[in-house]
Each structure stands twice: as C-alpha cells, then as structure tokens.
C-alpha cells in the first residue's frame, strides 16, 4: 500500500483525505477489494487498478487485472522479503497476469531504502525477477525495472541521482539507449495498445452499487465496442434487457463509453445484477452457454472427465464439469491418443465444459477478454486455456 500510496499521491489521483484513509486502512489490514485511481501525463490518461495480492482474494485479483493493459509488479529488495516472494506469490500473479492477456510488464523493486540502495541487491533481483517474468511468457529483456522507495517516495516520480542507475536499458538495431529512470517515466515508456472499437459492446461488470434515488450503478472496463446514454443493452447471463441511463468515468458524466474506458453505467432503479454479468449490445449480446469447447494447459494437478473445478472468465466464475476430448502435446498440439484420457501437468487438453450455474463466455477469436479461462482448485490454478467454441442457449427476446 506504501508504493501505490505514494504513486497516488504524488500523480494527483487522490487527494489527502482519501490519501489519509487509504494509509489508515493499510494499517489495519492487507488490501482485499480492487481500488482504482487516475492521473494525467503530458500524453496519457492512467487509470491506477489495485488489485489484492493475498491468496485468499484472488478471486478480486483476476477479475481487476482483467481490465489492464499492463501489468505492474511490485517486488522487495527487503532482506528475506524477495526470496519469500519467489516462493510462490510472485510467480502466480505473474503467470495470471500472462494468462488473463497481459504482455506489458513493469517491475517496480521497491524498500530500496532496505539495503542502502545497494547495487549488487538490484542487480540480484532483477536477475531473479527476469528469470520468472520469462519462465511464465514475458519479454523480460524489454521489461522497465526501476528501484524505487515507497516509503520515501524516491524515484516514483522524479529520477534520483544515482552513481550505478542510469535507468533500464532498450536496445533496437544493437543501439542501447535508456529511455527513462523513474516509475513515471516507466509508466508513459508504453503507448496505449489498439483498441476494438467497431466491434460490439461488451463490458464485464467488476462491481455494483446500489445507490437509493439515484439507481443500480454498474462499474468495469470496456472491452469492445461503444455506450451511449439511452441505448438497450442486454445483462448476461440474466437475459435482462435495460436501457443505460447515464455513464460516468471518475464521477464525471460523458456522453460515450469506448474499448479501453473504465466507467460506471446507470442502469436505473430496480434492477437486479451481480458482478458475474456482462453488459452487452441487445442486437448482438453475450454468450450465454450450456457448454463450450476450450483448449487448456494443465498446470497444476492431472485433471480427469466429471471433476468440477472452478473457471474464471472476464468477471464471471462458475463450478464447470469438465470433460477431457482428447489430451494433447503442449507443444504441438497433436493429440497423444490416450485410451484413459487423463490430462496431466504440462500436457495440454480440448475438453467440454459445462458450467453448473449460469456462465457468460465468448470464442476467443471474437472477443479475446471474454475468451480466456483460468481452471482453480483448492486456492491453486491449476490450468488456462482460450474458448473455441460456445454451445449457445436460448437468446434474448427481440
């Protein structure tokens, strides 16, 4: 909370008060919900997503990295508290964070304050963190590592003067350069990725308020398509059709919402919603599913026909009965012609999968946030994959 405090604070995305409650409640416990703050660069608009990294909320954690177009990585160069990171926690926000879509990634090493801003720590946990970061997919050469101190605020928003740190390094053409030293600068080293903005209206909602006169306020990130004030969505997997009233980003009304937006809907009074929905175009609505055919990767313990593991997508999760097609080689992807059928760790599977209550999910082709699948068991994740194809049910009224 120190690091996200202080970014917070000195980038103007909250003002002292809330500063003082955030550092109160810091104290008090570990973060639990996922927290949102914004702020200006020269060139960018930056929506700040906290997301809880306890184990027993991340639950919270998938559903608030979902919305993100990078990812960043706090570890510690704190005597013992990097190594204990290494241990398990570090591994698998960055293995989430790969597998829910994110390819961007900056590490902020933080309580440089620790170890005397010591060199030799540095160069120790960035060689630790490359190692991971590359293991679970990311380009960690290219990957900003900046030393910072949360506690002190140094080199979040200002560079510090440094006789060993001129910054991370980028080399294109076998020309190095260092394009920025602090967290700041890190943060506008990336531009905005392409949006879908032609495609139709999606976004999974994150949270619901229920606010007297006013109405049931819908929040998430859109994922594709537009919103404007007065059109008809549809709620999946509700099969409610309501008309938006008004959008809100920051607690400031716009007449449009586009791919990439995090803002509140105002679907009017009365309307019963939960955070597993997702809001769609009426002419063209979210899948709602009896089944669908993924392709997954077996992470964690072998997986058989009839276990009901539960699966996350978008927002939404729901205990699914899985059943193993063919199980496959990771690598090539060619069916390994098991008679039993039984999918173990780093093997890859087509299975059907059956949510048990109502799930919304999308082909992975169409809508690639809303086509991705993390399989968990007893707090662990223990497979990904991508949707191929949705046995739809029964659509929407016309």
């Not at 604070?9 to 703050?37: C, P, R």
């Not at 058989?304 to 729901?318: E, F, I």
């Not at 059907?352 to 991705?372: I, S």
Request: hydrophobic letters at 35%.
């Amino acid at each position: 909370m120190a690091v996200l405090g202080q970014m917070m604070y000195q980038w103007n995305a909250v003002d002292e008060d809330t500063m003082e409650e955030l550092e109160n409640t810091s104290v008090q416990a570990a973060t639990h919900y996922v927290t949102l703050g914004e702020f200006e660069t020269d060139d960018h608009v930056v929506t700040l997503i906290d997301c809880p990294g306890h184990n027993e909320y991340m639950k919270n954690m998938i559903n608030g990295a979902g919305g993100a177009d990078c990812a960043l990585l706090v570890v510690s160069a704190a005597e013992g508290e990097f190594e204990e990171g290494l241990g398990g926690q570090m591994r698998e926000h960055a293995r989430l964070a790969f597998y829910l879509g994110i390819r961007r990634v900056i590490v902020a090493i933080t309580k440089m304050d620790s170890c005397d801003w010591s060199e030799d720590r540095y160069n120790e946990v960035v060689t630790e963190t490359k190692r991971i970061l590359s293991k679970q997919g990311f380009n960690a050469e290219k990957t900003p590592y900046v030393p910072i101190s949360g506690l002190n605020g140094d080199n979040i928003s200002t560079a510090i003067d440094s006789p060993w740190y001129n910054g991370w390094p980028s080399t294109s053409n076998g020309v190095t350069s260092y394009p920025g030293r602090s967290l700041l600068d890190a943060i506008k080293y990336f531009p905005p990725p392409a949006r879908r903005i032609n495609a139709s209206f999606r976004l999974p909602i994150r949270k619901v308020y229920n606010i007297p006169s006013v109405g049931t306020i819908v929040t998430g990130t859109v994922i594709a398509g537009r919103c404007r004030p007065g059109m008809t969505v549809a709620l999946s997997p509700h099969r409610t059709v309501v008309q938006v009233q008004s959008i809100q980003q920051f607690h400031k009304q716009v007449n449009e919402c586009s791919a990439g937006d995090i803002v509140g809907l105002d679907l009017g009074d009365g309307i019963d919603v939960d955070g597993c929905t997702v809001v769609s175009d009426v002419k063209d609505s979210a899948a709602i599913c009896d089944s669908f055919t993924a392709h997954i990767i077996v992470l964690g313990h072998a997986l058989k026909s009839g276990c009901a593991p539960s699966v996350h997508c978008g927002t939404g999760h729901a205990p699914c009965k899985l059943e193993i097609i063919d199980v496959l080689d990771s690598r090539t992807g060619k069916s390994l012609n098991q008679k039993n059928k039984i999918a173990r760790p780093g093997l890859a599977a087509l299975v059907r999968v059956t949510p048990l209550k109502r799930l919304c999910v999308e082909n992975h082709l169409d809508y690639p946030a809303l086509g991705r699948i993390i399989v968990r068991d007893s707090g662990l994740t223990i497979a990904v994959g991508t949707v191929k194809a949705v046995e739809k049910t029964t659509e929407y009224g016309r």
